[in-house]
């Protein structure tokens, strides 16, 4: 299991909505509660600047202040896949690619497994990122 929680606020556990105006912990709140309804919805009432046609730039920003493997009541994983990001995966799914580069982003072994420059550009840059989040489960 994979957990995940924002590197900002380790403590939030997106049970409520976030009071700050952290974009990665609006982020989580939206995937943690993707499937009651409207992950757009959610991000415009919590005024997040995700919402509508926003670019790859800000969505690997809010990406970034994703930590997993640290402790976190807070699971993630691919709606369509067991995948456990402990290699790259072998086939052409977005959300486990995400996985991958959210797994090694800030991990010792980071910059050999992922190169580098910004994964969301370099490792998967041709993948619409909001669409990639849809396929991500975040269950506690
Ligand atoms: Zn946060
Ligand atoms: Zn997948």
């Known amino acids: 299991m994979l957990t995940i929680r924002c590197h900002f606020h380790p403590r939030y556990r997106a049970h409520r909505e976030p009071k700050n105006d952290c974009e990665t912990c609006r982020l989580l709140y939206a995937l943690a509660h993707q499937q009651d309804g409207n992950t757009e919805e959610i991000l415009r009432r919590l005024g997040s600047g995700l919402a509508g ?17 640290r402790a976190s009541t807070l699971t993630v994983k691919c709606s369509h896949h067991q995948y456990q990001a402990t290699r790259k995966p072998g086939w052409n799914c977005d959300a486990c690619w995400l996985l991958f580069v959210l797994k090694f982003q800030a991990h010792k072994d980071g910059e050999r497994r992922l190169g580098p420059f910004n994964p969301y550009a370099y490792v998967i840059g041709h993948v619409n990122l909001k669409a990639a989040c849809a396929a991500l489960l975040i269950v506690r």
């Open 53 to 69: 046609t926003t670019g790859d730039d800000k969505m690997s920003v809010a990406l970034e202040g994703m930590e997993t493997g």
